[in-house]
């Protein structure tokens, strides 16, 4: 449950069944869980609001992204669905005045958690997507993002077209930017395909905001779907939720599922959310993992000039900057080098425990 970060749901589950009878201790743990989401969503929420008024006051455009808002729009209580962090997407030409408003409320970048030089930093932020920030005295953390994902060719339209999608919402108790939802469930599906459904917690949220959206909502999904070449990626993203949790599927979205051959993906896509979770420090026998994982996004998406950067993002592995401060011009020869490093480090590991 920890690696899938459905305590909380579980706990809520067991709570509506009568006679379950529990292990010792794991009543009281689920329990825990669904408290310590409940404060870290008030937190995420007022600091939120500080930081976004502050965006606001300086005249940069930014938007809210995921977790809080889907857990205050289509949870039955947001403390059901745990947060990790705040997700703050910003104009990207004004990222650095971004950064330092939340650099001014106590945060701390940890990710990437080296020194960058502004050569280093430009070529972190050709290949990744956002910078991981997290408070002490709270714990709270923020990614705050210059790019929706790290593949622009996978959202190129609302890469481009976010701002004009953006409406401020008061679901959270407060007035914050979020998506319109359908691009923001589009969205939702796109972060969770990406990861190859790695957290059930991500196929939980598509389950709940199909169930709260209008039909008129789902007809716009639909849409941009289709509009966007999209349809392996939603029709495995929406028939994954409706085999393993039974969502009940509209009809503009029964008919995507049923219109495309995602069974490759699917194969791929159960030992990633079954299997065993790898550990941080990859060894040589992940190889096949990383061969599966390679494949599934690969087939993610065709469009152009898609799986040449995926294959690039998926060997590349942007921590090894640290070691070879590459300039952005010189970023092609990441994928090569990053299996190099990967593959000496895996070996002094090995070699140091025997």
Not at 5 to 24: F, N, Q, S, T, Y
Not at 96 to 119: H, Q
Not at 261 to 268: A, E, F, K
Request: aromatic letters at 8%; hydrophobic letters at 45%; proline letters at 6%.
């Amino acid at each position: 449950m920890y690696r899938h970060r459905v305590a909380a749901l579980v706990h809520a589950g067991a709570c509506k069944v009568c006679g379950i009878d529990m292990p010792d201790g794991l009543s009281a743990q689920l329990a825990e869980a669904a408290q310590s989401n409940a404060h870290v969503y008030m937190r995420a929420v007022a600091e939120t609001s500080v930081i976004a008024a502050k965006l606001r006051d300086a005249g940069i455009g930014f938007v809210l992204l995921k977790g809080l808002g889907v857990a205050a729009k289509y949870y039955p209580e947001p403390s059901q669905r745990e947060m990790i962090d705040v997700d703050l997407l910003v104009e990207s030409q004004r990222f650095d005045e971004a950064e330092a408003l939340v650099v001014g409320r106590g945060f701390r970048r940890f990710y990437p958690g080296f020194e960058i030089t502004d050569r280093v930093r430009r070529s972190f932020k050709s290949i990744h997507n956002a910078f991981s920030f997290a408070r002490g005295d709270d714990g709270l953390q923020i990614d705050l993002h210059w790019r929706m994902v790290q593949n622009p060719a996978l959202l190129p339209w609302l890469e481009s077209e976010w701002p004009s999608l953006t409406r401020w919402d008061s679901s959270a108790g407060r007035d914050l930017p979020m998506l319109k939802p359908a691009p923001h469930f589009v969205y939702i599906m796109v972060h969770g395909a990406k990861s190859g459904w790695a957290r059930l917690k991500w196929l939980v949220d598509i389950d709940r905001v199909v169930r709260g959206l209008s039909a008129e909502e789902a007809s716009e999904v639909a849409r941009i779907t289709r509009h966007q070449n999209l349809e392996p990626l939603v029709a495995a993203s929406l028939g994954l939720s409706q085999q393993l949790l039974g969502t009940p599927l509209p009809p503009e979205f029964q008919q995507i599922v049923e219109t495309q051959d995602v069974s490759r993906l699917h194969q791929l896509e159960m030992p990633m959310i079954f299997g065993p979770e790898r550990a941080r420090q990859h060894q040589l026998g992940d190889w096949r993992h990383f061969a599966a994982r390679i494949r599934h996004s690969l087939l993610l998406h065709k469009g152009s000039g898609y799986r040449r950067k995926a294959l690039m993002l998926e060997i590349a592995r942007p921590l090894d900057l640290e070691v070879l401060p590459l300039p952005p011009q010189a970023l092609w020869t990441l994928p090569i080098i990053s299996p190099v490093l990967g593959i000496g480090r895996a070996l002094a590991r090995m070699f140091s425990r025997q």
